[in-house]
Every structure is written in structure tokens, then in C-alpha cells.
């Protein structure tokens, strides 16, 4: 099966879900029309990031009910959209969220899992931690999704790998640090080489949008690429600018690397579960 990915490198305005929701209906059409089968926008790409006290204000529910949240449901009617906002649960609390949306429906909610609170970052002030990471039946396969740090720590992904995902939707919003274009650079040669690293490890396709543009002086440098099961960039580099980038992948690809290199067959998950019992009770004790 050959799937057309969408990545939606765009610039959200912060704090106004109206905008962008225009934003994300016209890159819907626009992808369409270039007969993308599953476009994939960044983290928070509803509210933008800098978000803070404005979290109760921008928050959506995930039924019909929300007015936002069924606009964006009815645009998956013919193509499979992942989206980023800040979601509210029935408990008032209030999350970094994606939703794949699909045949009008909402086919799997992942709460961000991995909050930073280091340097620039201070998410855990305003969002709860999500508590589940697993993967999802689509369409396409099997998919997991997760949202910018998740992806930096290693156990995520691997969990999703085991719970079979075949494809690793990353999104983020990820922002350049230092003053020269070399210093700028630092942070995302350290993304891309995660992407290839859990491309090949995991013997997967990874896809990563990022979104661009300027909040609170940060600069998002956007950068969404496509890795392959071999963890070879199938597209990547355009950095900085906001645009739908599109690329083919090929299902098959899955079975010619697996069949070469075959991680997941060889994979013990039962040691791990083993040995992981074993620090936890020596570290405790």
C-alpha cells in the first residue's frame, strides 16, 4: 500500500483557535486537492504554544458538542487529519493533545507524556501529564503517535513498536536556540538524527512536522521530514518557512527492511519487563 503524507508546516496564531481553524480547513482543501491521504500538523497548531493562562480559553472537548472540535471532524470525512490543541477532559484538567481524526470520527487521543521544564520550557505550570501510550488501528495499519519530548526519551516509541505501530507520527514545536545560524542549527541536527535513529531501530516510517514562525522571541524552525524503515530521509531540510510538504511512502518497505534486519523479531520484551522489575525493586529497596 502507498500512502501520500502530508506534513502542515505552519505558523499558528497564539491564542486565536478562529484563525486557526481557517488555517487548518484551507491546508485540509489545499491537501486534497494534492491528493494527500493523512495530513499531520504540529503540536498545538490549534492554539499555538506560548499558550499559559490562556490554556482554559483555547481548551477543546472532543465530542460533537464543541463547535471547533466537529468542524475539524467533518473535514476527516475523506482524509485522515492529526492535530494538535489543548484538550479538556470531563474533569476540567487540561492536556497537550492530538487527536487523529478519520471518517468523520476520532480514531485515537494521545495525551502528551513528557512535560519540560528546563530552559525555556515551563509546561508542567499549565498542562497534566498523560499516562497511556499505545497505538491505534487505521486505515493505513497500525499507527502511534506522541508529541515532541515524548520522542526524546527513548521508552515511547519502543512501547509503540512492540504494541505494533508500523508508523510513528512525532509533531512538535520545537524551537531554534542561539544567536548565529551554526548555534540555530545545534537543535536540529539532534531532532533529525533521532528521527533516522528511530527510523532504523525501530524499523519504521517516522513522520515529523514541526511548525515555524515567532512567539515570545522563539523561533521555530520547522524542518517536518519522512524517515524510512532504513532510517533514510525520504524528505527534510526546509526549514524556517511555512508550507504543505508531501511525500509518498510505500507499506512494502516495512516487509523488504524487516526481512533484512529483523529488530522486532528478535526483540525480548520480556527481559526488559525483567530486568526493569529488577532496578525498580533495587533502587526503592
Not at 492536556?95 to 530552559?119: F, M, Q, V
Not at 536556540?177 to 541536527?189: I, K
Request: contains cysteine.
Amino acid at each position: 500500500m502507498r500512502i501520500n503524507i502530508g506534513l502542515a508546516q505552519i505558523y499558528p496564531k497564539l491564542g486565536d483557535v478562529e484563525h486557526n481553524l481557517g488555517v487548518h480547513l484551507d491546508y485540509v482543501r489545499g491537501a486534497r486537492k494534492q491528493g494527500v491521504d493523512l495530513l499531520v500538523f504540529p503540536e498545538l497548531s490549534m492554539t499555538g504554544y506560548q499558550v499559559q493562562d490562556l490554556v482554559p480559553e483555547v481548551a477543546l472537548r472532543t465530542d460533537g458538542d464543541d463547535r471547533v472540535f466537529a468542524e475539524l471532524l467533518a473535514a476527516s470525512a475523506d482524509i485522515d487529519i492529526v492535530v494538535g490543541f489543548v484538550h479538556e477532559d470531563f474533569r476540567n484538567r487540561f492536556y497537550i493533545a492530538n487527536a487523529y481524526l478519520s471518517r468523520g470520527e476520532l480514531a485515537h487521543l494521545h495525551h502528551k507524556l513528557y512535560l519540560p521544564t528546563y530552559a525555556m520550557f515551563d509546561e508542567s505550570r499549565y498542562f497534566a501529564q498523560g499516562n497511556s501510550v499505545r497505538a491505534f488501528d487505521t486505515r493505513f495499519g497500525r499507527l502511534g503517535m506522541l508529541i515532541c519530548e515524548d520522542f526524546w526519551h527513548v521508552s515511547p516509541p519502543y512501547l509503540l513498536w512492540l504494541d505494533g505501530a508500523d508508523i510513528l507520527i512525532l509533531n512538535s514545536s520545537s524551537p531554534s536556540r542561539g544567536l548565529t545560524d551554526s548555534d540555530r542549527m545545534l537543535g536540529t541536527r539532534w531532532v533529525e538524527l533521532v528521527n533516522q535513529a528511530y527510523g532504523s531501530m525501530f524499523t519504521s516510517y517516522i513522520l515529523h512536522c514541526n511548525r515555524v514562525g515567532y512567539e515570545d522571541g522563539k523561533n521555530f524552525w520547522g524542518g517536518s521530514s519522512v524517515v524510512d524503515p532504513d532510517g533514510e530521509f525520504m524528505t527534510h531540510g526546509l526549514y524556517f518557512d511555512e508550507t504543505l510538504i508531501t511525500q509518498e511512502i510505500d507499506l512494502n518497505q516495512l516487509h523488504r527492511t524487516r526481512a533484512r534486519l529483523p529488530l522486532l523479531r528478535d526483540e525480548r520484551p520480556g527481559l526488559v519487563r525483567r530486568e526493569l522489575g529488577r532496578i525498580l525493586s533495587e533502587n526503592l529497596g
